[in-house]
């Protein structure tokens, strides 16, 4: 029976250069010349340092900017952490890189695809979601579907099998 899975997995080599870049660039900026701006990575968590919120705020804009030029979707980024006091009047964030959909996400994945009356079934296997059908291009249309219509998150499509 063909079958594919959607799933939410950034590429972390990718994200580890744009951290390498952004870095890079507070350490050559002219306005962080003398600060503890820094970006860490340990596994999927990220951890922003600066002086000032107006700093914190900076090397979040660089750090967007450089995973979008490295191709990385921003939506992989979780930055609602509230940011942290240190001392000294320093500031630090967590950013976590989500990888693997969450449980609202896979249900509304399902959803979705039950209601649209294609000839397919979804069910949620841990963080990814196998889609099931008798026709390639039942499977077809239900990725198209699914591209279009959830846009919360950046999903893609592997172990396409016939």
Excluded: C, W
């Excluded at 490295?70 to 001392?87: C, H, N, Q, Y």
């Excluded at 989500?98 to 979804?122: F, N, P, R, Y």
């Excluded at 069910?123 to 699914?146: E, M």
């Amino acid at each position: 029976m063909p079958s594919f899975d959607t799933v939410l997995e950034p590429n972390l080599v990718e994200v580890k250069n744009a951290i390498d870049q952004s870095n890079k660039e507070i350490g050559t900026r002219f306005d962080f010349k003398g600060s503890d701006a820094r970006i860490e990575q340990k596994d999927k968590e990220l951890t922003l340092y600066a002086d000032s919120d107006f700093q914190l705020q900076q090397v979040t804009d660089i750090l967007l900017a450089k995973m979008a030029k490295r191709g990385v979707d921003i939506r992989f980024l979780d930055t609602s952490a509230k940011p942290e006091k240190m001392s000294h009047d320093k500031l630090k964030q967590k950013v976590v890189v989500k990888a693997g959909i969450e449980s609202d996400l896979a249900k509304k994945i399902q959803k979705t695809l039950k209601e649209s009356k294609l000839k397919v079934q979804a069910s949620i296997q841990g963080d990814t979601v196998r889609v099931t059908g008798a026709k390639r291009d039942d499977l077809q249309a239900a990725i198209a579907l699914l591209k279009k219509s959830i846009d919360e998150a950046p999903l893609s499509f592997d172990n396409f099998r016939d």
